[in-house]
């Protein structure tokens, strides 16, 4: 009896010791609720595996982040409009930046960049299945 019952003190501590992992689903896509905003000027566009560098295509060129999820691009006097999106993890995995534009050169920014660097001054963005590196600086 006295068997049963240390097995069942020990078997209390142990459970009561245990963790659980509790999985939360989150909208990971946060809308109206951006942290980039600002105007920046795209200051690298580099892809490392091949040593092209395209920053000098966007000489010139103003990123508008609004807080909206928007960007207004202006370059000589023309005006083109975007959209971006941010998505946070809660399980490990990077942040994403999205850029989406309709019109070329612009829409050779499209995609879904990993967020190396954000803050008020710099975004650093890499994309590590292509090898790009898009850096913007506050302007």
């Not at 068997?3 to 078997?11: D, E, H, R, T």
């Not at 009561?16 to 200051?43: H, W, Y």
């Not at 202006?74 to 534009?101: H, I, M, W």
Request: hydrophobic content about 35%; proline content about 1%.
């Amino acid at each position: 009896m006295k068997n049963i019952i240390k097995l069942l003190i020990v078997s209390a501590v142990l459970t009561a010791s245990c963790t659980r992992e509790i999985e939360v689903t989150v909208n990971n896509t946060i809308n109206n609720s951006t942290t980039v905003t600002g105007d920046f000027i795209l200051t690298k566009f580099t892809n490392k595996n091949s040593g092209d560098d395209n920053a000098a295509e966007y000489n010139g060129y103003i990123f508008s982040f609004n807080v909206e999820g928007k960007i207004t691009v202006v370059n000589n006097n023309q005006t083109a409009l975007g959209t971006y999106t941010e998505t946070y993890s809660y399980d490990g995995n990077p942040e994403k930046l999205g850029l989406y534009f309709s019109n070329k050169p612009l829409s050779y920014l499209n995609k879904s960049w990993q967020v190396s660097f954000l803050s008020d001054d710099a975004i650093h963005l890499t994309d590590v299945s292509t090898g790009e590196i898009l850096e913007f600086t506050a302007q």
